[in-house]
């Protein structure tokens, strides 16, 4: 008898759920529209996408897993002596390099070259005594270069790194082998994660804000170091980036006025930089519509993510009925708990991962 008294109360017990998760899921009467919120202080349905920084991104997006194995280069930052002593290079990251940045980060802020398909390490001090030594971020005048260093540069200043300056060189985070460049004079942390990241001197910020082409430009005098690093380059992607390079003084009396020439060697430019989750995926996307069909009357907001763009920022729609807030949608400001299969996101080649 006692065990036909448990069985029985465990079966009520389950039937009172399952009616209980049915009446849930039943459509429920609209509320009023004046009563649709998308907080609990009112306002309209609204997202509140989850950023964080990701490390390491790099411009041009083509070579995020890959390098330019055939050639390798020692500039930007170049630790030859000699003719080589001071030197002037310029690289230009024009417009459509720039929207594909746009596509997996919002911000750049910080700026490191990579050494990963050549050995060698470098640490070297570029002074202000005599030719003088910068690295000047500003716009580009155009989409190209021309010869002349002083046609190229744009009206914006973005960032600057004035001598004298030292450059070293720490692993890559990504648990691959390999070199990134870091400024190991500038106050911050040592670590290029790190919010003070000595390489935040070449914080852009939001690259929504930022029109047309980035130049990079180099003018730098080595005054001592020690060590060979030579950095990747981003030759034979289709970013269609450029530098201009001065030479040395062997060959071009004018190396830091006027450009040898004009090619496509240009710096793999990485950065850390604040983005949001990846488009969602299609399982995702399945699943908010399962949602919105058992619930459409509960529900004021919806997370589907209707433009592909690489990113997760499209606008939620906002449905006429529902008096509370929905907490079930991760992508809408309601202060609950993140939840669904945004949680197991998997890493996409930026490097994106959920916290």
Not at 147 to 174: C, D, H, K, R, W
Request: glycine share 12%; hydrophobic share 40%.
């Amino acid at each position: 008898m006692k065990f036909f008294r448990t069985s029985a109360s465990l079966a009520l017990v389950a039937a009172f759920s399952a009616a209980s998760a049915i009446a849930a899921m039943a459509p429920r009467p609209p509320a009023a529209a004046a009563a649709a919120s998308s907080s609990p202080t009112g306002g309209t349905c609204a997202k509140s996408i989850v950023k964080k920084l990701v490390f390491p991104l790099v411009m041009c997006v083509e070579r995020q897993g890959s390098t330019s194995t055939g050639v390798g280069n020692g500039f930007p930052w170049e630790n030859s002596t000699g003719f080589f002593a001071s030197f002037r290079n310029q690289y230009l990251f024009p417009s459509t390099t720039l929207n594909k940045v746009r596509g997996v980060a919002d911000t750049i802020e910080s700026m490191h070259s990579r050494s990963v398909s050549f050995s060698g390490s470098g640490n070297h001090i570029y002074n202000a005594s005599g030719k003088g030594s910068f690295v000047r971020i500003t716009s580009g005048a155009s989409n190209t270069l021309v010869p002349t260093f002083s046609l190229n540069t744009g009206a914006t200043p973005y960032q600057a790194l004035t001598a004298p300056f030292e450059i070293g060189m720490v692993a890559l985070p990504s648990g691959s082998a390999g070199f990134l460049s870091t400024c190991l004079s500038c106050l911050g942390s040592a670590d290029p994660k790190s919010p003070a990241s000595r390489d935040r001197w070449a914080n852009l910020g939001d690259l929504s804000l930022i029109t047309g082409s980035v130049l990079l430009d180099h003018k730098a005098n080595v005054g001592g170091g020690t060590g060979n690093g030579i950095w990747d380059t981003g030759s034979g992607t289709a970013c269609e980036a450029r530098r201009a390079f001065g030479s040395g003084s062997f060959i071009n009396p004018n190396h830091l006025t006027t450009a040898y020439g004009v090619d496509t060697f240009d710096t793999v430019w990485v950065f850390q930089g604040l983005a949001p989750p990846p488009s969602a995926t299609v399982e995702q996307q399945i699943a908010e519509i399962v949602r919105l069909l058992l619930t459409p009357e509960g529900l004021r907001c919806s997370f589907l993510d209707l433009t592909i763009n690489g990113k997760r920022n499209d606008d939620p729609i906002a449905f006429p009925g529902g008096s509370t807030v929905d907490s079930i949608s991760p992508q809408v400001t309601s202060g609950g708990v993140i939840l669904g299969d945004e949680t197991i996101e998997g890493k996409p080649s930026a490097g994106f991962t959920l916290p």
